[in-house]
């Protein structure tokens, strides 16, 4: 295939492979490093301002939120103005949400600014799947294991970043130095947006038949997006707190949090090798989601000694159960527009479940002065996960169970 674009529009250039794959990485590095950067500097923040971890909660839950209610705008915006339009500009709000957070007068603006940025992120998250299924079926897998690398990669950075910049400054330095990776994605993805856009086919403004919101295997993806990512954000908002709690310095809880993220990459490169191809998707499915459950409850019971073995598992199945249901958008549906129908309600009941993950875990901590109550929940729900993993990855598109 020549062209990423299945109908091109003959007036633009053709844009290639390579220069796509670079605008998804650039677009990627956002959508997870802002957030992730939060959790390793909440003592320094915690200090400057003198806010509870049930505020710190409620900023870490923030995100969930405004996933929630955005994904289904990012759906309604992209058939308005194009998916090609709608990310350069997601970009541009991500800037404003990161200024907001560095340059306010108080801990509220903290939390407004993670409340815009996070609005970008919904955009990026909902959209992109659903463009590499319009403009590269045949590459799924590529497009989606590129996609979920590099938000381990630039998470992975955040984590090791954030503490060593919040000593040589202060945390502000550590959430503001990600306004150079969103500027470099929108320099990237402006020009482009021309270029991309492509004539709607039928498919994609069409009634397909199929509603995605009275399908049973829809709200079983949905189910299991968000209990995959309550669990992600409340380790990457919490596990370095959990871990200083067992006695590890702020430093090493910020390189636990790195291997974490590094150790995910593994976890993406077995989704997009072997997931697509699988004879038995529902048998891997359930693999990946036992190896993030043992993670997290190693994490809570093992000794400290053990804690890197624990942070791996979990940091491979977290990735690899994320990267697993971007695929499911995709291969689970006909067509681009279905893709973005799934993805807009998969993120925004997913998220809307995953705001009870850091809110609960901060409030249970606030409540009972220990870590153990909320690990057990956390771990309870991730073992109810692993059996609803089963369902989410039967090979039938969604549209294939209404004939």
Same mark, same amino acid.
């Given at each position: 295939?020549?062209?990423?674009?299945?109908?091109?529009?003959?007036?633009?250039?053709?844009?290639?492979?390579?220069?796509?794959?670079?605008?998804?990485?650039?677009?990627?590095?956002?959508?997870?490093?802002?957030?992730?950067?939060?959790?390793?500097?909440?003592?320094?923040?915690?200090?400057?301002?003198?806010?509870?971890?049930?505020?710190?909660?409620?900023?870490?839950?923030?995100?969930?939120?405004?996933? #929630?209610?955005?994904? !289904? %705008? /990012?759906? +309604?915006?992209?058939? &308005? =103005?194009?998916?090609?339009?709608? *990310?350069?500009?997601?970009?541009?709000?991500?800037?404003?949400?990161?200024?907001?957070?560095?340059?306010?007068?108080?801990?509220?603006?903290?939390?407004?600014?993670?409340?815009?940025?996070?609005?970008?992120?919904?955009?990026?998250?909902?959209?992109?799947?659903?463009?590499?299924?319009?403009?590269?079926?045949?590459?799924?897998?590529?497009?989606?294991?590129?996609?979920?690398?590099?938000?381990?990669?630039?998470?992975?950075?955040?984590? #090791?970043?954030?503490? !060593? %910049? /919040?000593? +040589?400054?202060?945390? &502000? =330095?550590?959430?503001?130095?990600? *306004?150079?990776?969103?500027?470099?994605?929108?320099?990237?993805?402006?020009?482009?947006?021309?270029?991309?856009?492509?004539?709607?086919?039928?498919?994609?403004?069409?009634?397909?038949?199929?509603?995605?919101?009275?399908?049973?295997?829809?709200?079983?993806?949905?189910?299991?997006?968000?209990?995959?990512?309550?669990?992600?954000?409340?380790?990457?908002?919490?596990?370095?707190?959990?871990?200083?709690?067992?006695?590890?310095?702020?430093? #090493?809880?910020?390189?636990?949090?790195?291997?974490?993220?590094?150790?995910?990459?593994?976890?993406?490169?077995?989704?997009?090798?072997?997931?697509?191809?699988?004879?038995?998707?529902?048998?891997?499915?359930?693999i990946i989601s036992v190896l993030m459950c043992a993670g997290v409850a190693g994490i809570w019971l093992s000794a400290a000694e053990w804690t890197w073995l624990w942070v791996i598992l979990a940091g491979i199945g977290g990735s690899a159960?994320f990267s697993m249901v971007l695929m499911l958008f995709a291969l689970r549906t006909d067509n681009s527009s279905e893709a973005a129908a799934l993805s807009g309600m998969a993120q925004a009941v997913g998220y809307a479940i995953a705001i009870?993950?850091?809110?609960?875990?901060?409030?249970?901590?606030?409540?009972?002065?220990?870590?153990?109550?909320?690990?057990?929940?956390?771990?309870?729900?991730?073992?109810?996960?692993?059996?609803?993993?089963?369902?989410?990855?039967?090979?039938?598109?969604?549209?294939?169970?209404?004939?």
């Amino acid at each position: 295939m020549s062209s990423p674009s299945s109908s091109p529009n003959p007036s633009h250039r053709p844009v290639s492979l390579a220069l796509l794959l670079c605008a998804v990485i650039l677009m990627a590095a956002n959508l997870r490093s802002p957030l992730v950067a939060l959790g390793p500097v909440v003592p320094f923040i915690q200090d400057d301002l003198g806010v509870s971890a049930s505020y710190i909660g409620l900023i870490a839950a923030a995100p969930m939120a405004v996933f #929630a209610l955005f994904s !289904p %705008l /990012a759906v +309604w915006a992209a058939k &308005r =103005w194009g998916m090609a339009q709608v *990310l350069p500009w997601s970009m541009a709000l991500m800037m404003a949400g990161i200024g907001l957070r560095i340059t306010g007068p108080s801990v509220d603006f903290l939390l407004l600014g993670t409340i815009v940025l996070s609005a970008a992120i919904a955009a990026g998250n909902v959209l992109l799947p659903a463009l590499a299924k319009r403009n590269l079926p045949t590459r799924i897998g590529l497009v989606v294991g590129t996609l979920s690398a590099t938000m381990s990669v630039s998470a992975a950075l955040a984590s #090791a970043v954030a503490v !060593p %910049l /919040a000593q +040589w400054g202060d945390w &502000r =330095w550590s959430l503001g130095v990600w *306004l150079l990776t969103a500027l470099a994605a929108f320099a990237i993805w402006y020009p482009l947006r021309k270029r991309l856009a492509v004539p709607p086919t039928a498919a994609e403004t069409g009634d397909s038949g199929v509603s995605v919101w009275r399908s049973p295997q829809a709200w079983m993806i949905s189910v299991f997006m968000g209990t995959q990512s309550l669990a992600f954000y409340s380790l990457v908002n919490f596990m370095p707190s959990v871990l200083q709690a067992k006695g590890l310095t702020a430093l #090493a809880a910020g390189n636990y949090m790195s291997l974490f993220q590094i150790s995910s990459l593994l976890g993406v490169l077995a989704v997009s090798a072997w997931f697509g191809r699988s004879d038995n998707r529902p048998l891997f499915s359930v693999i990946i989601s036992v190896l993030m459950c043992a993670g997290v409850a190693g994490i809570w019971l093992s000794a400290a000694e053990w804690t890197w073995l624990w942070v791996i598992l979990a940091g491979i199945g977290g990735s690899a159960t994320f990267s697993m249901v971007l695929m499911l958008f995709a291969l689970r549906t006909d067509n681009s527009s279905e893709a973005a129908a799934l993805s807009g309600m998969a993120q925004a009941v997913g998220y809307a479940i995953a705001i009870l993950g850091p809110l609960g875990m901060g409030m249970l901590y606030d409540a009972t002065g220990s870590w153990t109550a909320a690990m057990a929940v956390l771990s309870s729900l991730l073992a109810a996960e692993c059996v609803l993993a089963w369902w989410v990855a039967q090979p039938k598109t969604l549209g294939e169970y209404r004939k």
